[in-house]
């Protein structure tokens, strides 16, 4: 098979890139091993949201504020394209829904690093806003929580079917999407190159690797610097007066949202199983499934009818910083990568692809998700 990019993964990032190809006119082949969305996207909880899950005033302390401003900026264009660009424009069928977020204190020092936070935004331009009291409460239907930033341009977005609904895009433009092919191999040669599954052979002009936690299986030297996280939800049904917004609170380590009238998607508790929450496995487990039940149950007492529905979970690929790594692998100057999403795939594919397209193509640098550590 020939296309002008092979892209290995078929995840939002391995679409999102393969998107970003379509535009340019390169005809992509997006592989994948399973079915498209089998990794943590079709596990997704649907969060479409500005930022990184440390709260700004953290991010100004670890990256200067300059570059924490730059991450807001860039999640922000991320954001205008699912939503003016995907979902408007193009009309990709993904449940997009503008619940905007809240990004709220579990404990009083989080509440008052989100409040500083807020001004910090503020300061920079953003349009956040601080949400208290009645306000809160009625938005969250929950008393447990003193005081939250509130997004408003955040959204909730159905991942799995942004996912099909762009390889639709793929297929009806010319382009390959194959399901089923593991890439075992992806060699460079003096005019492209080659990608090579167990079945098939894909000659390209160019290759990009959307392998987020498995990288390390193809190439581990990358590999090394994504490390798999597992991360659980669950779905409650037959939930009278769901929360009216995207919650996400503890650092994000807990985060909740309305699906539909009367369901709720809640998750996280991986924090207290730090240990257990790691590698490719993707079984739900009892501890973590039962704290996150409890903190719903805690945080919404009015909803002890309810029943849970679902229970999954998915392996996330975590970086060192929480910021997704795109860039080209030192020894093949045409494999790209976009990987390490850290829970925020949603937030930072579009502009990872980008990214990743202008330095496979010599076009400018990966900026924000230029790797930070000597040579991939
Ligand atoms: C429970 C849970 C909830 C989450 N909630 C959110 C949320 O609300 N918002 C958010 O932004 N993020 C969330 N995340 C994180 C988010 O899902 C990821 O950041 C995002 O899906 C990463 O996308 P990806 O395409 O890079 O990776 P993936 O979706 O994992 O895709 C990688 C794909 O590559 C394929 N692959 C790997 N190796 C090969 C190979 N050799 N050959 C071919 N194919 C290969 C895999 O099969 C996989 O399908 C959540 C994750 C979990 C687990």
Redesign the pocket.
Known sequence: MNADVAV?????????VARQCLARGLKPAV???????????????????TGLSDPYATLIETFGRAMAREIWVTSQANLRELVDEVAMREQIDCDLRPYGSLVAGWTQDETALLSRSCELLREDGFDVAWCEGTALAERLQSLRYQGAISVAADHGVH?VKL?HGLAQRVKTQGGFVLEN????RVEQHSEGVRVH?GRARVDARYAV???????R??EPTLGQHVRPM????LCLEGVQNPLQT?LYTDDGFE?A?PLGHDRVVA?GWRRAFAHDEVGLG?EATDGVQQGIEQWVRESWPQWSAARVSHR??????FSADGL?LVGVLADRSRVGY????????????FAAARAVMRCLLGEGSAGIFAPRIARV
Do not use: K
């Not at 290995?8 to 999102?16: C, E, H, I, T, Y």
């Not at 976009?338 to 594919?349: D, E, K, P, R, Y």
């Open positions: 290995v993964g078929g995840g939002v990032a391995g679409l999102a592989i994948e091993a399973r079915d498209l969305a089998s990794g943590a996207t079709g596990r997704n909880a649907g969060f479409a949201m991942p996912v092919h593991e890439v075992r599954t690797l959307c392998t987020n936690a498995y990288t299986a193809l597992r991360g659980q939800a995207l985060y949202r998750g993707d999954w979970s998915g392996a996330m690929g997704p976009a990987v390490g999403f850290t829970g925020h795939g949603l937030g930072f594919a």
